[in-house]
């Protein structure tokens, strides 16, 4: 399988994006964030997302020259609009905002309406733990879950992070959809012709399949924890579309069709500075305190540990990327 550096596959990813329309800010910004995925070890939410991203900016359903802005000032909160282009930079300029105003406050709140997929959120919230700051992070997608006792899928799959810095090592990250598994790894077994394992999902009808075309014409994706997920799943939705006025996820088009309408996606973001509530000397000894005790058992690996791991060794080695996505990209690239 052909390696690339992080730098010559940020560039390719790039420049396909720009190829497609996007501006040169919207195109680096999607294109680092997609590759620090695939450094991660997410392949899914990573560059193999470039294809569907420049089908989006080539029909119109996302704005290669879309300019986020902020449209509301309320102090520690605000409102961002996406103008209908590519998520990864207004969810940058959120979480920027999101950080001034939690120094400034102790706590910040961004929210984006008009938005596109986000990717991973992970790699987003990242940076604003090398500032000493906490962030929790939510985004809408398509309809993937249904209400508990419904068959009809309402909320998005509405992914969920945190990332919690540490004095001297890298930040714990948690960052999970809130379905059993994405619908990227159905697609997957789609393509390879295999059914899926039981308990990941229904039909249309209700009933549970191990049909991954079942499931991605009409049915819905399990929750992870159930009842419990589900309302999570409500949760994020309301905070992420109710409060920044976003489309709700059962009204929005499958974002795997090239064609359609925008996607007008909601995200939110959250920014609290441990110097403003207890302070950052207890934050950091009870954070030090928690990891100590949960490295006391043998096999216990910390949330976002082999993602640093793995980032380090990308950074070495390169990214792997399979011979047809590469070529791809590489089509792509040259418009």
């Known amino acids: 399988m052909p390696r690339l550096t992080i730098t010559e596959l940020t560039t390719l990813a790039s420049t396909a994006l720009a190829a497609s329309g996007a501006s040169e800010s919207m195109a680096r910004i999607t294109a680092k964030y997609l590759v620090a995925a695939d450094a991660q070890g997410l392949a899914t939410h990573g560059v193999a997302r470039v294809p569907t991203y420049c089908a989006h900016l080539k029909s119109g359903r996302a704005k290669g020259t879309a300019v986020a802005h ?5 102090g520690a909160a605000c409102l961002i609009d996406a103008d209908t282009g590519l998520g990864f930079e207004p969810c940058e300029l959120a ?19 008009n938005s596109h997929h986000c990717g991973a959120l992970g790699p ?7 500032r000493g700051l906490v962030a929790l992070a939510f985004s809408t ?5 249904s209400p508990w006792g419904g068959k009809r899928p309402i909320y998005g799959t509405n992914p969920v992070a945190a990332v919690f810095p540490r004095r001297a090592a890298p930040p714990l990250v948690v960052d999970l959809s809130l379905t059993q598994v994405t619908r990227g790894q159905i697609m997957l077994l789609q393509n390879e012709g295999k059914p899926i394992p039981e308990g990941w999902g229904m039909d249309k009808d209700g009933n549970p399949t191990t049909d991954p075309n079942a499931i991605l014409n009409g049915g819905s994706l399990h929750a992870v ?8 799943a409500l949760a994020v939705e309301l905070i ?11 009204q929005l088009e499958s974002l795997h069709l090239a064609e359609g309408t925008p996607l007008r996606l909601g995200q939110a973001f959250i920014v609290i500075a441990p110097a403003s509530l207890a302070g950052n000397d207890i934050y950091n000894e009870r954070v030090e305190a928690l990891v100590e005790a949960m490295l006391q058992e043998e096999g216990v690996r910390l949330p976002g540990e082999r993602r640093h791991r793995l980032a380090q060794e990308a950074a070495r080695d390169g990214i792997a990327i399979g011979a047809p996505l590469l070529a791809q990209l590489r089509a792509l690239a040259r418009g």
């Open 70 to 74: 902020v449209i509301r000032d309320s």
């Open 95 to 113: 979480l920027t905002q999101a950080a001034q105003r939690a120094q400034s406050y102790g706590i910040g709140f961004a929210g984006v309406t």
């Open 124 to 130: 987003l919230i990242e940076p604003v733990a090398a």
């Open 240 to 250: 992420c579309c109710a409060l920044t006025g976003a489309v709700l996820s059962h």
């Open 225 to 232: 924890g159930g009842l419990k997920g589900t309302m999570l």
């Open 141 to 145: 997608a398509p309809a993937a879950i």
